[in-house]
């Protein structure tokens, strides 16, 4: 089977779909890799890294996409990419179809597109294999963005996370008790900065609890709670996720107000809309602005800070089913795996994931 690699072109997007050691495994296992040329320069893989292990480099997104039998990114394709899909292809990346331009759902239906989305490929257990290390990337990145924007250099509050003795530390926020909110709860607890954690699911709220002893505080995320959480918090990290679905707004412009002024939002659930009604999508260049007197920070691909770290671990995640469908085929691949089989947005065009055609107000088309 061939796998095409093509360049991300979206602005400081510096992650590689596969890296070297990957397309190492890959190739190894008899298949062809066909990476654009400098495809893995933002992550520090060079050109001969993949030479060395067998890959062909192309010189043009034209020829990744065309010599695919798959193609494996890691952000969704532009509009500029369009033209390049080939009828009947499979293209693997992060889509958040719930909330990309309409269009981009229209050149998948017209291509005849095989459409697997990182973030909802789910194992039985609910988990999201492909999607878990990024998680733990963004959330253990949390408290350096916001250690940075807290500082009065930033125009922040000036809080130290940690506080010092005689001083206390800073009062920590966090909706969602999934991975990324419980690496970012790890994250901030180290660094002794206290943290709360909120979530509607009790048994999540155990499992914090008991990672901590019980010095992480824990809160059922109810409107009450969250406004009153809202109010006394320094940051505020939104990590919530509904797998295909748009995120909910948690956070609405009147808790926004009630924060204490400079304080700092981190919506991570910026990918999926949003859960402060008051974000909006910036890029790492410019990542935060200020809305109702508060600093949001809603750049959709923190990891990319990290490309090399955050490269290897998409490709750590993902290999096994690279594996698969190269030696399996898509048909028999999506009907032995049933975590791949979740992962499919749309079947050769047509809508197949019941979360995504529902947030999308479309109905399912074909059933794996």
Known sequence: MNFGVPKEVRPFEFRVGMTPAAADAVIRAG??????????????????????????????????????????????????????????????????????????????KANQITAIAYETIQSDNGT?????????????????????????????????????????????????????????ARAFHNIGAEVTVLDKNMNALQRIDNMFNGKVSTMLANPFNIAKAVSFADVLVGAVAIPGQRAPILVNREMVKSMRKRAVIIDFSIDNGGCVETSRPTNLKYPSFIEEGIIHYCA????????????????????????????QGIPEALKTSPDLARGVNLLKGKLAHPGVAAALNKRVEVTL
Do not use: C, W
């Not at 990476?35 to 993949?50: N, P, R, T, V």
């Not at 969704?76 to 990419?81: I, K, L, S």
């Not at 959709?300 to 800070?305: C, D, E, G, Q």
């Open 31 to 108: 298949h062809q890799v066909y990476i654009e040329k400098g495809a893995g320069d933002g992550a520090g893989f060079h050109d001969q890294d993949y030479l060395d292990v067998g890959a062909h480099i192309v010189y043009s997104a034209h020829e990744a996409y065309g010599r695919a039998d798959v193609v494996v990114k890691v952000s969704r394709p532009t509009e500029d990419e369009y033209r390049y899909f080939i009828k009947g292809q499979t293209i693997m990346s992060f889509l958040n179809l719930s909330v990309a331009s309409p269009d981009l759902l229209e050149a998948l």
């Open 128 to 184: 999201l294999p492909v999607l878990l290390p990024t998680s733990e990337v963004a959330g253990r990145m949390a408290p350096i963005i916001a250690g940075r924007l807290m500082e009065s250099l930033a125009g922040g509050r000036g809080i130290l996370l940690s506080g010092i003795p005689g001083i206390p530390p800073a009062q920590v926020v966090i909706l969602g008790a999934g991975v990324l909110g419980t690496n970012a």
């Open 300 to 327: 959709p691909n923190v990891p990319a800070l990290v490309a090399r770290t955050a490269s290897y671990a998409l490709s750590n995640a993902l290999l096994p089913f690279l594996l698969h469908i190269g030696q």
